[in-house]
């Protein structure tokens, strides 16, 4: 039997040539939310992996909605054309489709760098005021953040809109909502991070389903559209599997493509069970009681586990992060594992395992001779 891992998968318009994904990835690396040459560099990588969608990081809709100083936006013409010359060294590269996260940190903005200790920016590390659904601090020694009032919820639905087209004028195949992780999205949806005391608060789904229908509307439908949801806050109280069946059904009404299904990072007191895995069961869930296309990720690693989790009918898509940055080649080693053929760019087609003496399977002990 042919395995799934490497079965091409429709989302919305566009073709996957197989179904492993590149997890969006924060590199922390840009220079006022725009891409140097370290994106460049490592985008270029991960569109030789043979990975049938490569996402692009987390990139702030504002200034104020980036994690760190340091992480990618899509606010200003120089964001775009930065972003636009990374992203066209892929496209010459590969024909794998390429997608960005479109994002706000919210009350988890203003915040260092991981390398840095990446807790709240100091008083000398130009911090800035972050922002909320309520005035509720991440966790001690964060700042506490604005609440975000309705004028400046109606500001902020232009900014994802605004940010939309220029992924679109910049290239992009498909954008991706981010409302998990304790961004902003995911603060409006958890009991935890929402006590607002107006329709925002009484619905707390209200604005993360405004913003996604501000983006369906901005976004051609010959493209792709997905928005990567959690599965639970891990955390007593919090928003759990039930409420993550629900959000993926509106979204899939909206007219979304797909959900990529994570979990966790919205308090500090989250009690999790890390294993590999262990966002499979939240994105068997949605896919059987919502309907939606489901993509996961968390600790899949193995070639074989991959392939199980998609022959369960758990998910429709596996997505990689960690085990793709330590072996870039994974996508090529999985597919001699399964003994398929993938096509490998023209200047590394001598590392092919057919022309290795002895199995097919067989790899080199030393280098080769160039």
Same mark, same amino acid.
């Given at each position: 039997?042919?395995?799934?891992?490497?079965?091409?998968?429709?989302?919305?318009?566009?073709?996957?040539?197989?179904?492993?994904?590149?997890?969006?990835?924060?590199?922390?690396?840009?220079?006022?939310?725009?891409?140097?040459?370290? #994106?460049?560099?490592?985008?270029?990588?991960?569109?030789?992996?043979?990975?049938?969608?490569?996402?692009?990081?987390?990139?702030?809709?504002?200034?104020?909605?980036?994690?760190?100083?340091?992480?990618?936006?899509?606010? !200003?013409?120089?964001?775009?054309?930065?972003?636009?010359?990374?992203?066209?060294?892929?496209?010459?590269?590969?024909?794998?489709?390429?997608?960005?996260?479109? =994002?706000?940190?919210?009350?988890?903005?203003?915040?260092?760098?991981?390398?840095?200790?990446?807790?709240?920016?100091?008083?000398?590390?130009?911090? *800035?005021?972050?922002?909320?659904? !309520?005035?509720?601090?991440? =966790?001690?020694?964060?700042?506490?953040? #604005?609440?975000?009032?309705?004028?400046?919820?109606?500001?902020?639905?232009?900014?994802?809109?605004?940010?939309?087209?220029?992924?679109?004028?910049?290239?992009?195949?498909?954008?991706?909502?981010?409302? =998990?992780?304790?961004?902003?999205?995911?603060?409006?949806?958890?009991?935890?991070?929402?006590?607002?005391?107006?329709?925002?608060?009484?619905?707390?789904?209200?604005?993360?389903?405004?913003?996604?229908?501000?983006?369906?509307?901005?976004?051609?439908?010959?493209?792709?559209?997905?928005?990567?949801?959690?599965?639970?806050? *891990? =955390?007593?109280?919090?928003?759990?599997?039930?409420?993550?069946?629900?959000?993926?059904?509106?979204?899939?009404?909206?007219?979304?493509?797909?959900?990529?299904?994570?979990?966790?990072?919205?308090?500090?007191?989250?009690?999790?069970?890390?294993?590999?895995?262990?966002?499979?069961?939240?994105?068997?869930?949605?896919?059987?009681?919502?309907?939606?296309?489901?993509?996961?990720?968390?600790?899949?690693?193995?070639?074989?586990?991959?392939?199980?989790?998609?022959?369960?009918?758990?998910?429709?898509?596996?997505?990689?992060?960690?085990?793709?940055?330590?072996?870039?080649?994974?996508?090529?080693?999985?597919?001699?594992?399964?003994?398929?053929?993938?096509?490998?760019?023209?200047?590394?087609?001598?590392? #092919?395992?057919?022309?290795?003496?002895?199995?097919?399977?067989?790899?080199?002990?030393?280098?080769?001779?160039?």
């Amino acid at each position: 039997m042919s395995p799934l891992l490497f079965s091409p998968i429709q989302l919305g318009g566009i073709t996957l040539p197989n179904r492993i994904a590149i997890s969006p990835m924060c590199q922390y690396s840009a220079d006022d939310g725009s891409m140097t040459d370290w #994106h460049l560099a490592h985008l270029v990588s991960m569109a030789c992996s043979g990975a049938g969608l490569i996402m692009v990081e987390a990139t702030g809709v504002t200034r104020e909605g980036r994690i760190s100083h340091n992480c990618t936006g899509l606010y !200003s013409d120089h964001n775009e054309a930065a972003m636009k010359r990374v992203l066209d060294a892929c496209k010459r590269i590969t024909r794998s489709p390429i997608g960005v996260q479109l =994002a706000h940190a919210g009350r988890k903005g203003s915040a260092q760098v991981p390398w840095d200790g990446g807790k709240a920016l100091g008083p000398g590390e130009s911090p *800035w005021q972050a922002v909320a659904p !309520s005035a509720i601090a991440y =966790a001690d020694g964060w700042h506490v953040p #604005h609440e975000l009032s309705v004028a400046e919820l109606v500001a902020l639905k232009d900014s994802f809109a605004k940010a939309a087209r220029r992924a679109l004028a910049a290239g992009f195949d498909l954008i991706e909502l981010h409302a =998990a992780h304790g961004y902003l999205m995911h603060q409006f949806l958890s009991p935890l991070s929402n006590r607002r005391q107006d329709a925002y608060g009484s619905d707390r789904m209200k604005f993360p389903l405004e913003v996604a229908r501000v983006l369906r509307e901005a976004w051609p439908k010959e493209r792709a559209l997905d928005a990567r949801i959690s599965g639970s806050d *891990w =955390a007593e109280g919090g928003f759990e599997i039930g409420d993550a069946v629900v959000f993926a059904r509106e979204l899939k009404k909206i007219g979304f493509d797909y959900a990529c299904v994570s979990s966790a990072a919205l308090v500090p007191q989250q009690k999790m069970k890390v294993e590999p895995g262990y966002n499979v069961p939240f994105a068997a869930r949605i896919r059987k009681e919502s309907g939606i296309t489901t993509r996961v990720g968390g600790m899949i690693a193995d070639p074989v586990q991959a392939e199980n989790v998609l022959q369960s009918g758990a998910a429709d898509q596996i997505c990689l992060a960690r085990a793709l940055l330590d072996n870039p080649r994974w996508v090529w080693h999985a597919a001699e594992r399964f003994g398929v053929k993938v096509d490998y760019p023209p200047q590394y087609a001598r590392v #092919h395992h057919s022309l290795w003496p002895g199995s097919k399977l067989a790899r080199p002990q030393a280098a080769a001779p160039a």
